[in-house]
C-alpha cells in the first residue's frame, strides 16, 4: 500500500545524498512530512505545485512507516498521511520525475492506492 511524497529536484536529491530528510520547507515548519495517496497526489501538485517543474514523485510503503505514520484530516476532510519522523532513503519503493506537460503534471498510470 503506496502513498506518495512530491519533491523538488533539490529535495530529492538531498534525500539521495544525505540518505534522510525532514522534507520541503512546508513540512519542516509543520513539523511532519506530508503524503497523499494515489487519489490525493494529483491535486496536491496542482494546489502546491502548480506550473512547477523538475518535481519527484516518491512512493513510501505506508505499512513500513509504522507508528510514525498518523492518517489526519486536511482537505475538505480527507485523512492524509502525515510522517511524523524523518524520511529515509530505505522508505523509497520508488521514484520518478514528474514531468510537467502543457502545465499540468504527468502522473504514472495506475497509481497503488493505500488503505486507511
Known amino acids: 500500500m503506496l502513498i ?3 519533491f523538488r529536484t533539490d529535495e530529492w536529491q538531498t534525500l ?3 540518505g534522510e530528510s525532514t ?3 512546508i513540512d519542516v515548519t ?3 512530512i506530508h503524503f497523499s495517496t494515489a487519489t490525493q497526489a ?3 501538485a496542482a494546489k ?3 506550473g512547477e517543474d523538475g518535481l519527484f514523485l516518491i512512493a513510501v510503503e505506508a505499512d513500513a512507516a509504522g507508528d510514525a505514520l498518523k492518517w489526519e484530516p486536511s482537505r475538505g476532510g480527507a485523512l492524509f498521511p502525515h510522517l511524523y519522523r524523518k524520511m529515509t532513503m530505505a522508505d523509497v519503493v520508488w521514484a520518478q520525475p514528474l ?3 502543457d502545465g499540468v503534471h504527468q ?3 495506475g497509481l497503488e492506492e493505500a488503505s486507511q
Do not use: M, S
Request: glycine content about 8%; aromatic content about 16%; overall charge negative.
Open 4 to 6: 506518495y511524497k512530491i
Open 16 to 18: 539521495r545524498a544525505e
Open 107 to 109: 502522473f504514472p498510470a
Open 30 to 32: 509543520d513539523g511532519y
Open 48 to 50: 502546491h505545485f502548480a
Open 23 to 25: 522534507g520541503a520547507p
Open 99 to 101: 514531468p510537467l506537460k
Open 42 to 44: 494529483e491535486e496536491t
